[in-house]
């Protein structure tokens, strides 16, 4: 079985980043490559280090409300450039009307705070679009 | 699959691309940067199809430089390489940049973190940036880095920036990958003490000392000095270089060093002696890897590796035997009557 890679990412202007580093560490626990790109990322720079890193996942964490500005930049952005097999979970403060919309744009899943690794992990591998074998 | 009965027939290899894969490589030789990552992940994975995409891509690899950066974590070398990054991209070209990263031993996962120091540049279409686990190889490197490399080389990649893990001591793959090998070392880390132990100072054309700015700085470059010194009469001296990454201070000196290793090692012979013991290194050590995943292979198919294993573990059998055993099958194809009889 090959190598999950992740990319975890935080767009926009967000300073908070341990909830995305404890993330981190708990998918690469749980045996995954995870490039993990920081802070202040442009909608731009998330899609071109997907394309690069040739990602299974991209996981986004935004807790400044700013998601619906970014996201759908962001989901719209892995298409064009033709990663249509690549999978976006966000997390953050988001609102359940917002989730919704987020669903509309592309997003796998969205997680909550008080989330649980477990649930995040096992969703991240859900969510692996190109065979593992 | 590759047939390996001559090398007409290893280049025919590279009609074993199905038609998806024959798509990528001819994206990539056209420069094709999603392509070329997907590639890479294929040689990461050890896909099948490596042998007949390295044999399709070869040929039009040789025209990059590679410079490898490497020293102990926290020395600086990510700051660093971005700082390169901007020097190589003012002399024009694409530039290509491998950053290796530890993979856990307990869950083989890893983070890879590299990138974070190299932000600005995902916004530059001509430079392409990859992580890559270890995946438990010691060396430095991961196994895949070197096709990686020729990967980058055969898509445009006029210079390609090899970082390292950065352990220090048993960084040996860089040696045989990059024509031009950074060290990068900063003061106060105990590391005139390490700089002294051998294979670190053998292993670098130039020697840096990163974050110039703190207190230790002169003293660690004098102590280099001194060391280089004692070495007596050296082919290439490594020119010792302070830099303070996060400012940019020293880079043009730094480029221009790595100038003028490049132009020493175009002299004379030098660099074809060298390419002559790398491919040599490399065969050798591809042949034996290849061999022994084939001879396994045939072992286990054949029912023979589990007779073989208990045999040496009940010492009926000395493991170079049972080696012996194993090439014999690989060799004959047909599996040997049983494993020979050891006198105690």
Known sequence: MRKIRVLVA????????????????????????????????TPQQVVRAAAQEDVDVVALSILSGAHMTLVPKITSGLREVGLVDVSVLVGGIIPDSDALRLYAAGVRKVFGPGSSLEAIVATTRES???PLA | MVDDQGLTSLRDAASGLDQRTNALVEALLDGDQLALARL??????????????????????????????????GAGKSTLVDRLISGCRDEGGRVGVLAIDPSSPYTGGAILGDRVRMQKWASDPDVFIRSLATRGHLG????????????LDACGYKTILIETVGTGQSEVDI?????????????GAGDEIQAQKAGILEIADVLVVNKADREGANQLVGQLEAMLDLAGELAWRPPVIKTVAGTGRGIEDLLAACQAHQEWLAQGERSGQR??????REL?????????????????EAGLWEDLIAGVANRRLDPYSAAEALLAALESGKSPRGPARSGG
């Open chain 1, 128 to 130: 692996v679009q190109r």
């Open chain 2, 40 to 73: 890479i992940t294929l040689v990461e994975n050890r896909s099948q199809m490596v042998p007949a995409i390295l044999a399709r891509v070869f040929p039009n690899t040789g025209r990059a430089r590679l410079i490898g950066v490497t020293g102990a974590p």
């Open chain 1, 10 to 41: 935080k767009p926009g202007l967000d300073g908070h980043d341990r909830g995305a580093k404890v993330v981190a560490r708990a998918l690469r626990d749980a045996g995954m490559e995870v490039i993990y790109t920081g802070l202040h990322q």
């Open chain 2, 140 to 151: 430095g490197l991961s196994l895949a880095t070197r096709d990686a490399a020729r990967l």
């Open chain 2, 175 to 187: 040696m045989d990958l990059a024509h031009t090998i950074i060290l990068v070392m900063a003061p």
């Open chain 2, 275 to 280: 390419l002559i013991e790398r491919a040599g």
């Open chain 2, 284 to 300: 050798a050590e591809l042949v034996g890897r290849i061999a022994a995943e084939r001879a396994v292979k045939a072992a286990r």
